[in-house]
């Protein structure tokens, strides 16, 4: 009798779990592999910072899952439920068409999550963030328009408001983006006559004792050399409490309240959260996340296995697991493996995690990066994370593509156009206040 | 005393005659130059079907205009309104900085045009357009979208519906879209496991009697010939009464109804009209057109000038010169050289327009081209026209990056990952509703 594998999530998790099974599965076997994703892409989210500031084009972070995964059966569509008794996933419609549901008779949930605000609204509802390739272009497309608007701006304060980006959060992705935009901005700003370098002031602020606490001592402290030297402005052991769009209201972690930093941009990074599909469906969740056993099956219910952001999984310490690309992928492929053993009578194997390596870019030809034990800063790691990436890229043409990029800008200026594809709300609703005084 | 030149708009025309003033303008000169425009870079607007079809990657077919005017001070504003009785400028403000006024000493009123449905509210409602860089990335996306939505699609009828693309209009931009969607579609079809070939149908209404219109009978007739045996199907004398976003009511030009067609995609190419800050100017308007004089300057105002879309010119035989990209930078040629004059006291220059050459591309590999009389159909074409467009490609680094593409496009398959910048209406409204029936 068929077999039916669903996977739930086409990020780091879902696709590499399905292209592992893939691996074993003869075409015309009785194992049937189903993929269920709202994009149609898997997102290379570690470059998100470097399309932020251009260095990449947005195109080439993306690879359609469809030419990744040949055997599987795709659906663009969006989850709606899990129904783990009757062993049914039903998934959204569209307005032009109806939903679908889906039998299986062993799911992969590997949803991911989305960036977590701790439940301050003024402060989503005012923020960018990092997570999507829209927030990055969104990202990119602001730095842009910081400097246009403040190039022709009179009022000092203003200006220096305008100048001013707030990134919030010290882990990769923060470190990373301040890096980038710092480069992009310092690099930019010589076709802005009235604007200077002195005038660009870049702000991570980050609530623990050390950027980057994820990784070692060493490497965070050459990290951190690194971008105070650039001229990034870091402030440790800082928590936002507030922000309505002007003024970032700032206390340390005892709760002493500090000034007040005025700014427009605020970009968050300082947190994930599971998808609400997860955190309101019937599996026993903790702080959102789906409890796993040894095996990383879902604790009350047979035949769900659960892999990466949405994933609770403790390490020998008992800390959880933290949500990256690294844990999702190594999780994805336990999960194929005793889906594999399950499907032809084998015993599971336990899930256990090992560090294999920590890299991170800070601006134009730096980085650190650990492996085999070594700490290394500085252009040698820079030039060991754009290898290592480029291995990551499944398709011949992407990685050609990625390579293009970086040697593009290498020779060529930064490219400062602003490409608005999103409505942004906040200028449409000043357009129609400002009509009012439309006197032509 | 300083004379202040004030540019509105930065497509070909205001780029284009602010290039030729920057040549004539010594640095610390007596000339001041303003271009004032509410994208900060001169969008490639032949390139856009390319966009559309992912051939040539969005950012490549822009360029920064700060890059290209290096003596011209830059506005990224939408105009307000212009005042030539006093000779000022208003533009908007923003959320975030108040609507700046600028005095000028001449003006050039170069701010094109835009899509026009000719009253018909539904079909603007509910069809794509191919005039912005934005429009492009929605074209291409609406289109992975169909062939994701269709590959899962068990309905027969909806399915049919789904991979019916309807272009209106069988101009440039209405052919050449026909071209690379179709080709597209045809050669993504390979990742989509239940569509073939020959379910996609590509339909293009034109009112009149000929595709083409403003190219010799000749050329036009090798481009119908080409498009017809790509599998495009072409409805001359056809023009569209009515689309609801599922059926679309056509008509011959004598009033007889059709049969309706059932789609849910309409591309509209079929015209264009002048922006409304134009057509609700004080200025004389024809058709929402500024009536010029001889040496395009407005009729009823002294110092400012007219060039492209905006501009009502009739060339020898009485016919108003069309809207396109080679009308435009001549217009702003002779703009610029009788600004230049008028500053040096010389006498100005007539405008003439003389076609230099008609140029189409046709799907992969095809096109067609009229140069130094001769008409050319074919890959002979197709090279002919990307030669010409590199070289009208203002920055070194773009040439590259757009061969690189082209080179790209040879080589690797079709990318079709579905990128999703923009919050569509009708999803968000669909999903509003969906949220009640939300049981779980």
Known sequence: MKKRIVILGGGFAGVECARRIEKHVRSNSSTEIALVSEDNFLLFTPLLPQVASGMVQTRNIVIPIRTILKKTKFYENRVQGID????KVSLWGTPERHGITLDYDFLVVALGSETNFFGMQDVED??????????????????????????NESDPDIKKSLLT???VGGGFAGIETAGELHDLLTDAVKYYHTISREEIHVIVLESGDVILPSITKKLAHIAHTKILQDGIDVRLRTVVVSFDGDTVGVEDVDGNMHDDIHTKTVIWTAGVTPVNTV??????TKQGKIEVDDHLEAKEYKNVFVAGDCALFHDVDGKPLPPTAQVASSQAKCVADNLVSIINGKPIRTYEFKHKSHMAL???RSGIASLFGMSVGGILAWMMWRNLFITKVPTFSKKIRLILDWTGDAIFDRDISRLKFTN????????TEAELDDFW
Do not use: C, H
Request: avoid cysteine; charged fraction near 40%; aromatic fraction near 6%.
């Open 84 to 87: 783990p008794v009757s062993q």
């Open 126 to 151: 005012n923020s960018f963030k990092m997570k999507t390739l829209k927030d990055a272009v969104d990202v990119r497309n602001r730095v842009i328009d910081i400097l246009e608007q403040a190039d």
């Open 165 to 167: 980006i707030v990134i």
């Open 279 to 284: 955190k309101r469906s019937v599996f026993k």
């Open 362 to 364: 800070i601006g134009k």
């Open 424 to 431: 942004n709300k906040k200028v449409k609703e000043y357009e």
